[in-house]
């Protein structure tokens, strides 16, 4: 997790909104960037295609397979079933392989510490679970801080229409990879779902790079798509429940959703399952639970008492983990402030209880296979013999806290398994006090409701119910789990947010809240909206004025950039890239003209700028060989470092004073007016605009359900202003 942005204490009741949605609106950011020549061209090229014959098609297209299937069997975009085949089955073989090295790799640190000397073992244990999870601590600084945290919440927000700085790097994926395997070996509460998730993200973003599926990638609607269904995969892959999966995907990373991407995303999870048993086998928990006949009122009311107690355990734990990062950021503490103190005190007391706990020694699907099953053999040799239902109370006690010391570290890690583990043993515990008190045995069948509780009330939503049924498989109980976390759900809203919203506000990542405000129903486009920086005039704006800009664009700048003619109206609107590409082709043509010292300004400006607006990384090992040398300056330069700092500064600063020194003089490139008509340019032809008076919930509805990154303000068909998702995000929530 990335602390820095937290100015806030996340930790209050709020609530977001999830919707359904037909197509209607899929396209919308594709066809906003065409014209409106292009789209009926594009429409009639469509027309004449579907009526060529067919032996015609087989003459035009006679090497793409894949087009003659798709031709042949009706399918608007083949391409798409390929993607996902293809993709489903990498992913999976990827998840398989790190997830058996996880495996390995514990259990190799669990024979360390199996030795007949006590105080060795519990050095041991207490020695590889530090060394573990200070790598996982490692990988946010030394490789990325896009690997920190679950990833869940940032593909809320990518699918909500906000793009992420570098979220889908290369470095992201080795360090969320090796992040997740060091976090998980040294023995952390914390999951894997979210981590998955994100990994199965990145290596759908990387397979849409390439030349095949360029059609994809280019297009925003398809992009969106396929990492939906990349979501719904990670899910499917490390909970083994497809039904589950899928429900969850859309109830926790889609603001909206498109029902027709709802096939695609089981498509998927079923490959993702095929590919898993060829590997593992029955990939369910194999419960060995049997339904018991008992009074409906009895069970009812002890299902609901089960509902509100998980209720509060998952929204306090929500609560707890927000107040615990808000602190480490306020409090002026170094073992707090400092991630690698932090993960290293986390490692100690997380190695010392669960040497003196076996139970949780275990991974957190083991812990549910143990708690959901009527075997008493398992449960003997892993938890408690009868009588010595208090052992369940220290163990879910523990489990709670050492959760919440995982989930506030700087690491990848996920909120999945820990969840549904505290939920199992509380359930559990809660069996057994009912089997003492009345001598009724349904154990298994209260952990399964209190694991569904607990997670519902931890995230705020209800798919638990169905994850805990498929690896259950109990179809009895179904009604019953359904109960619990309803009203575990309904409890943990009333108390906090869910996790992900914590999370979501954690990192301050740009996410449509519901407006609850009545103040904000009287509110308009004009009370919001900001002032427009960065203007082009046609017949007014040189070159000068365009590198003026590109100069002072600051990153992650999502606006397109009006252009106005001489009234004031918007015209055309062009982004930051294709400004920077127009100046740059113009510049290449005429450089010879100029000095080898003036190139050298050139070079260097249209250098900083290209790194700047393309977001441009260093790769793997250079990144980290500049992290350990400010790492080391930090501790022995500080001067130097600063220095360093101001250096780029003063660059910067000396070639946009060059410009402003020659651009009367230099009427070959500087001064030179840009034709926006040019075929070199590639601007927008409409932008999509709203008057002033324009009121605050259709503004909200326009950001929901188009993805809208921006909208332009008018007064009267001049140009007074623009609002982005995040100024009406603060705005409309503060």
Same mark, same amino acid.
């Given at each position: 997790?990335?602390?820095?942005?937290?100015?806030?204490?996340?930790?209050?009741?709020?609530? @977001?909104?999830?919707?359904?949605?037909?197509?209607?609106?899929?396209?919308?950011?594709?066809?906003?960037?065409?014209?409106?020549?292009?789209?009926?061209?594009?429409?009639?090229?469509?027309?004449?295609?579907?009526?060529?014959?067919? /032996?015609?098609?087989?003459?035009?297209?006679?090497?793409?397979?894949?087009?003659?299937?798709?031709?042949?069997?009706?399918?608007?975009?083949?391409?798409?079933?390929?993607?996902?085949?293809?993709?489903?089955?990498?992913?999976?073989?990827?998840?398989?392989?790190?997830?058996?090295?996880?495996?390995?790799? #514990?259990?190799?640190?669990?024979?360390?510490? *199996?030795?007949?000397?006590?105080?060795?073992?519990? #050095?041991?244990?207490?020695?590889?679970?530090?060394?573990?999870?200070?790598?996982?601590?490692?990988?946010?600084?030394?490789?990325?801080?896009?690997?920190?945290?679950?990833?869940?919440?940032?593909?809320?927000?990518?699918?909500?229409?906000?793009?992420?700085?570098?979220?889908?790097?290369?470095?992201?994926? +080795?360090?969320?990879?090796?992040?997740?395997?060091?976090?998980?070996?040294?023995?952390?509460?914390?999951?894997?779902?979210?981590?998955?998730?994100?990994?199965?993200?990145?290596?759908?973003?990387?397979?849409?790079?390439?030349?095949?599926?360029?059609?994809?990638?280019?297009?925003?609607?398809?992009?969106?798509?396929?990492?939906?269904?990349?979501?719904?995969?990670?899910?499917?892959?490390?909970?083994?429940?497809?039904?589950?999966?899928?429900?969850?995907?859309?109830?926790?990373?889609?603001?909206?959703?498109?029902?027709?991407?709802?096939? &695609?995303?089981?498509?998927?999870?079923?490959?993702?399952?095929?590919?898993? !048993? =060829?590997?593992?086998?029955?990939?369910?928990?194999?419960?060995?639970?049997?339904?018991? *006949?008992?009074?409906?009122?009895?069970?009812?009311?002890?299902?609901?008492?089960?509902?509100?107690?998980?209720?509060?355990?998952?929204?306090?734990?929500?609560?707890?983990?927000?107040?615990? +990062?808000?602190?480490?950021?306020?409090? *002026?503490?170094?073992?707090?402030?400092?991630?690698?103190?932090?993960?290293?005190?986390?490692?100690?007391?997380?190695?010392?209880?669960?040497?003196?706990?076996?139970?949780?020694?275990?991974?957190?699907?083991?812990?549910?296979?143990?708690?959901? /099953?009527?075997?008493?053999?398992?449960?003997?040799?892993?938890?408690?013999?009868?009588?010595?239902?208090? @052992?369940?109370?220290?163990?879910?006690?523990?489990?709670?806290?050492?959760?919440?010391?995982?989930?506030?570290?700087?690491?990848?890690?996920? +909120? #999945?398994?820990?969840?549904?583990?505290?939920?199992?043993?509380?359930?559990?515990?809660?069996?057994?006090?009912?089997?003492?008190?009345?001598?009724?045995?349904?154990?298994?069948?209260?952990?399964?409701?209190?694991?569904?509780?607990?997670?519902?009330?931890?995230?705020?939503? +209800?798919?638990?119910?169905?994850?805990?049924?498929?690896?259950?498989?109990?179809?009895?109980?179904?009604?019953?789990?359904?109960?619990?976390?309803?009203?575990?759900?309904?409890?943990?809203?009333?108390?906090?947010?869910?996790?992900?919203?914590?999370?979501?506000?954690?990192?301050?990542?740009?996410?449509?809240?519901?407006?609850?405000?009545?103040?904000?129903?009287?509110?308009?486009?004009?009370?919001?909206?900001?002032?427009?920086?960065?203007?082009?005039?046609?017949?007014?704006?040189?070159?000068?004025?365009?590198?003026?800009?590109?100069?002072?664009?600051?990153? &992650?700048?999502?606006?397109?950039?009006?252009?106005?003619?001489?009234?004031?109206? =918007? !015209?055309?609107?062009? /982004?930051?890239?294709?400004?920077?590409?127009?100046?740059?082709?113009?510049?290449?043509?005429?450089?010879?003209?100029?000095?080898?010292?003036?190139?050298?300004?050139?070079?260097?400006?249209?250098?900083?700028?290209?790194?700047?607006?393309?977001?441009?990384? @260093?790769?793997?090992?250079?990144?980290?060989?500049?992290?350990? &040398? !400010?790492?080391?300056?930090?501790?022995?330069?500080?001067?130097?470092? =600063?220095?360093?700092?101001?250096?780029?500064?003063? /660059?910067?600063?000396?070639?946009?004073?060059?410009?402003?020194?020659?651009?009367?003089?230099?009427?070959?490139?500087?001064?030179?007016?840009?034709?926006?008509?040019?075929?070199?340019?590639?601007?927008?032809?409409?932008?999509?605009?709203?008057?002033?008076?324009?009121?605050?919930?259709?503004?909200?509805?326009?950001?929901?359900?188009? *993805?809208?990154?921006?909208?332009?303000?008018?007064?009267?068909?001049?140009?007074?202003?623009?609002?982005?998702?995040?100024?009406?995000?603060?705005?409309?929530?503060?």
């Amino acid at each position: 997790m990335d602390y820095s942005c937290l100015h806030f204490n996340p930790a209050r009741p709020s609530q @977001r909104t999830n919707f359904l949605l037909t197509d209607f609106a899929s396209e919308y950011t594709d066809l906003e960037r065409k014209s409106l020549n292009t789209q009926i061209m594009s429409l009639d090229q469509k027309k004449i295609t579907k009526n060529i014959k067919e /032996s015609e098609f087989d003459k035009k297209q006679p090497h793409n397979i894949t087009y003659k299937i798709g031709y042949y069997l009706h399918l608007n975009n083949p391409k798409e079933w390929v993607f996902i085949i293809f993709f489903s089955i990498i992913t999976s073989l990827f998840l398989v392989f790190l997830d058996k090295l996880i495996l390995i790799s #514990f259990q190799k640190r669990k024979i360390w510490a *199996n030795t007949s000397n006590s105080f060795l073992n519990y #050095f041991i244990w207490v020695i590889t679970s530090i060394f573990f999870i200070l790598c996982a601590a490692s990988v946010g600084y030394f490789i990325t801080p896009d690997a920190d945290g679950s990833g869940i919440p940032e593909m809320k927000t990518v699918l909500s229409g906000v793009p992420i700085y570098r979220y889908f790097s290369f470095n992201a994926f +080795v360090g969320k990879s090796f992040g997740i395997f060091a976090a998980i070996v040294s023995g952390a509460s914390v999951g894997k779902v979210g981590p998955y998730v994100h990994l199965s993200c990145l290596i759908c973003t990387r397979l849409m790079k390439g030349s095949y599926f360029e059609k994809i990638d280019n297009s925003t609607s398809m992009k969106t798509t396929m990492l939906s269904v990349a979501c719904a995969t990670g899910i499917t892959f490390a909970l083994g429940c497809p039904l589950g999966g899928v429900l969850f995907s859309i109830e926790s990373t889609a603001s909206i959703y498109m029902v027709s991407n709802l096939w &695609k995303s089981f498509f998927s999870s079923v490959i993702c399952c095929f590919i898993t !048993k =060829i590997f593992y086998g029955d990939y369910s928990i194999k419960a060995d639970t049997h339904a018991i *006949n008992v009074n409906f009122v009895f069970k009812i009311i002890n299902f609901i008492i089960i509902g509100i107690i998980t209720g509060i355990i998952g929204a306090s734990c929500a609560t707890l983990v927000s107040k615990g +990062v808000y602190i480490r950021k306020k409090i *002026n503490i170094s073992w707090l402030n400092n991630r690698f103190k932090y993960a290293a005190i986390t490692a100690l007391i997380t190695s010392s209880v669960t040497f003196f706990i076996p139970g949780l020694r275990n991974f957190d699907k083991q812990i549910l296979m143990h708690l959901l /099953s009527d075997n008493g053999n398992i449960i003997q040799a892993n938890w408690y013999h009868p009588g010595e239902g208090w @052992r369940l109370l220290i163990a879910c006690v523990s489990k709670y806290f050492l959760t919440v010391l995982g989930l506030s570290c700087t690491m990848p890690s996920g +909120v #999945f398994g820990p969840m549904f583990s505290v939920g199992a043993l509380f359930g559990r515990f809660y069996g057994h006090l009912i089997y003492s008190i009345f001598g009724i045995n349904m154990e298994s069948a209260f952990a399964m409701a209190a694991s569904a509780g607990a997670f519902s009330g931890f995230s705020h939503t +209800v798919s638990s119910a169905l994850m805990v049924f498929e690896l259950a498989g109990q179809t009895k109980y179904l009604p019953y789990l359904l109960i619990t976390c309803l009203i575990a759900n309904l409890i943990g809203q009333g108390i906090s947010m869910g996790i992900f919203d914590v999370l979501l506000a954690i990192k301050n990542l740009p996410y449509l809240p519901a407006i609850k405000s009545n103040d904000s129903y009287s509110m308009s486009a004009g009370d919001i909206m900001n002032k427009i920086d960065f203007i082009l005039y046609i017949g007014k704006s040189r070159i000068i004025d365009g590198l003026s800009i590109l100069s002072q664009i600051p990153k &992650k700048f999502v606006i397109n950039i009006p252009i106005l003619d001489e009234k004031g109206i =918007i !015209k055309k609107t062009i /982004s930051a890239k294709e400004l920077y590409f127009f100046l740059f082709n113009k510049y290449n043509i005429i450089k010879k003209n100029y000095t080898y010292k003036i190139q050298n300004y050139f070079n260097e400006f249209f250098r900083y700028s290209k790194k700047k607006i393309f977001s441009e990384k @260093r790769n793997l090992f250079s990144h980290i060989k500049y992290k350990f &040398k !400010k790492l080391y300056l930090k501790l022995k330069d500080k001067e130097r470092l =600063i220095l360093n700092k101001n250096f780029y500064q003063e /660059s910067s600063m000396k070639i946009i004073s060059f410009f402003e020194e020659n651009q009367e003089k230099d009427y070959i490139y500087l001064s030179k007016e840009i034709d926006f008509n040019d075929k070199m340019i590639n601007c927008g032809k409409s932008a999509l605009t709203i008057d002033k008076e324009y009121p605050l919930l259709k503004i909200q509805f326009l950001f929901t359900f188009l *993805n809208l990154s921006h909208i332009f303000v008018t007064d009267s068909g001049k140009l007074v202003g623009v609002i982005t998702k995040e100024s009406f995000i603060n705005k409309t929530t503060t």
